[in-house]
């Protein structure tokens, strides 16, 4: 009997000194990269979970949780690993959607996707992960993870760090991005070889999690919109549009030009500026040249020196090159090159290379 306790002692002593694995939960969508991203995980050694996580979908948009949800769990037990449901829908709700829903009434062009990071991946669901034990949090973004410090992904068509620039530092401690450092062409090799359904699953559009769908149609459905006026550069009335919340700034569709004034101005016009209050929309023939873009709601992942950078201000659009610096509680960024597109209420992302220095959102735009 005291041999036996001796052993017992033994046995424990000595596996309690064999290194555990890692554990991690990655975000399992249903799509290919989320797949790709819990096989390299496995191949690395950790003890590997998926999470699909339910969010809101309004009334009016085809509803698609239920077969993401599916291929998702079709997916976790191909790889052999366990599958966790998670129901967010009312915090996605009340973080992403109203969000979005006040920025585009108060004439503004927000990035519901940079909130749904910020709130639901690596806020709610990172919180569910910890409580849970979980030593990280992975997804299939195309970013890397550098020292606690955000990187662009390899693939730069691919390039996700965009929409990663509000996500708390501290946070980085616990994030892995495996698929940053493939191309999508590899990623998709895998996941053949593997033998997954994913390998030849279509890559997902439009909003974060709710899918491809009409802004303009999307928007009259959450708020109420009336017709107004088109104005042209001296304020003279020269068509109608469907709400001025509805556009933003360098659009060119959406609008109706009344015929007599066609032939002046023809069909290529861009809205310039709006007017919420008395919901009129200008335009012009050519788009407004951006000189400064005045920056609130600041991240910083390091400490910005005043100098040049790249910025971006949207998804996949080429770096534009600025001259950043501070004015008081303000980041200014002056414009080397020239840029029409850029609205109140966007993201810009500040880069020195590959690394992401910074991010904040549109406050100002000086022409």
């Not at 849970?132 to 993870?145: I, L, P, S």
């Amino acid at each position: 009997m005291k041999k036996t306790k001796i052993s017992t002692w033994l046995h424990h002593k000595i596996k309690s000194r064999v290194p555990k694995k890692k554990k991690v939960l990655v975000g399992i969508s249903g799509g290919v990269d989320s797949s790709v991203c819990a096989i390299l995980l496995l191949k690395a050694g950790y003890e590997v979970e998926g999470v699909f996580a339910k969010v809101w979908q309004p009334d009016f948009v085809e509803c698609t949780w239920r077969d993401e949800m599916k291929d998702a769990m079709r997916v976790c037990a191909r790889l052999n690993i366990p599958f966790h449901f998670i129901d967010l829908e009312q915090e996605y709700k009340a973080h992403v959607g109203d969000y979005m829903i006040y920025e585009y009434q108060h004439g503004r062009t927000p990035n519901p996707d940079v909130m749904c990071n910020t709130h639901i991946k690596f806020g709610f669901l990172y919180e569910y992960a910890l409580k849970h034990n979980f030593d990280y949090v992975a997804t299939g973004h195309y970013a890397r993870n550098i020292d606690g410090i955000l990187h662009r992904g390899l693939d730069t068509e691919k390039d996700q760090s965009y929409f990663l620039w509000n996500v708390p530092q501290i946070k980085f401690e616990r994030i892995l991005f495996p698929v940053g450092e493939l191309q999508k062409k590899d990623v998709r090799t895998i996941a053949k070889k593997h033998k997954l359904f994913t390998s030849e699953k279509k890559d997902s559009q439009g909003l974060c999690f709710i899918g491809p769908v009409d802004m303009k149609s999307f928007l009259k459905n959450l708020f109420t919109t009336t017709t107004g006026r088109v104005l042209d550069m001296n304020g003279q009335i020269i068509g109608s549009h469907e709400g001025a919340q509805l556009y933003t700034v360098g659009e060119r569709h959406g609008f109706v030009i009344d015929p007599q004034f066609k032939k002046t101005y023809g069909d290529a016009l861009y809205v310039i500026s709006k007017d919420i209050d008395q919901n009129t929309i200008t335009v012009n023939t050519a788009p407004s040249v951006v000189h400064k873009i005045i920056l609130r709601d600041i991240h910083e992942f390091e400490k910005i020196q005043e100098g040049e950078y790249e910025i971006q201000s949207r998804y996949r659009q080429k770096p534009l090159q600025a001259h950043v610096h501070y004015e008081g509680a303000l980041l200014i960024l002056t414009l080397t090159d020239q840029n029409q597109f850029i609205a109140e209420g966007q993201s810009i992302v500040i880069y020195r290379g590959e690394r992401c220095i910074a991010g904040g959102i549109v406050s100002k735009v000086v022409y």
